[in-house]
Nanobody, 130 residues
């Protein structure tokens, strides 16, 4: 069983930065594929970013590419989402997700699928005002 706890959300103005953190339980965090998703009111959960178990590859939604950066610190069992140049359309609840079947490399398209991930955090609200 993997438990995920997100933190770092808040209410900010457009253009500023936030860093989200996700602390994971489990002795084999270094083998987990990790992802960030978000869900705005009335919309489906959507992919934001993912990172392979090794940290050697990262994947991003087109809407955040160049502004957001996903990273991980396996010594701290933590994955981060650095969000720069925030826009009002980034407003959503952000969820951390984990796949613990690793260490596995998946096809490119797999990382953005909700179905890949078995464990989810409770979410942290990010609100960006204009």
């Amino acid at each position: 069983q993997v438990q995920l706890v997100e933190s770092g959300g808040g209410l900010v103005q457009a253009g500023v930065s936030l860093r989200l953190s996700c602390a994971a339980s489990g002795r084999t965090f270094g083998s987990y594929t990790m992802g960030w998703f978000r869900q705005a009111p009335g919309k489906e959960r959507e992919f934001v970013a993912a990172i392979t178990w090794s940290g050697g590859a990262t994947y991003y939604a087109d809407s955040v590419k160049g502004r957001f950066t996903i990273s991980r610190d396996n010594a701290k069992n933590t994955v981060y989402l650095q969000m720069n140049s925030l826009k009002p359309e980034d407003t959503a609840v952000y969820y951390c997700a984990a796949d613990d079947r690793g260490p596995v490399y998946y096809s490119y398209s797999s990382y953005s699928k909700v179905s890949l991930y078995d464990y989810w955090g409770q979410g942290t609200q990010v609100t960006v005002s204009s």
